[in-house]
């Protein structure tokens, strides 16, 4: 079992910046890989952003890169999503997953553990 907890999202202006957490505990097999999506109202969910937990190669939707930030700090068991030049069409509910086993970063079907989410809302 994993439990995932996201917090910090809010509220921003374009062109500001949030840091999004996921705080994981429980098996680390099941946290091969660590992900953050999204999902708009009336869309479907999108990955955002993955990180490898042993490679630490990380993964990016086209539309966020450059402007996000993925990362890992093993001391904390704690995912971030360090996001910038926000734009109202990153406002959505990001959730943070795990899986054990590799595979397409972006199937969101292939993840096992998922956290709450935590709302990120910007406006122009």
């Known amino acids: 079992q994993v439990q995932l907890k996201e917090s910090g999202g809010g509220s921003v202006q374009a062109g500001g910046s949030l840091r999004l957490s996921c705080a994981a505990s429980?098996?680390?097999?099941?946290?091969?890989?660590m992900a953050w999506f999204r999902q708009a109202p009336g869309m479907e969910r999108e990955g955002v952003a993955a990180?490898?937990?042993?490679?630490?190669?990380?993964y990016y939707v086209d539309s966020v890169k450059g402007r996000f930030t993925i990362s890992l700090d093993d001391t904390k068991n704690t995912v971030y999503l360090q996001m910038n030049s926000l734009t109202p069409e990153d406002t959505a509910m990001y959730y943070c997953?795990?899986?054990?086993?590799?595979?397409?970063?972006?199937?969101?079907?292939?993840?096992?553990?998922w956290g709450q989410g935590t709302q990120v809302t910007v406006s122009s």
């Open positions: 997953a795990s899986k054990g086993s590799h595979g397409f970063w972006k199937e969101a079907q292939s993840y096992t553990y």
């Open positions: 990180i490898f937990t042993i490679t630490r190669n990380t």
């Open positions: 429980g098996s680390t097999s099941s946290r091969s890989v």
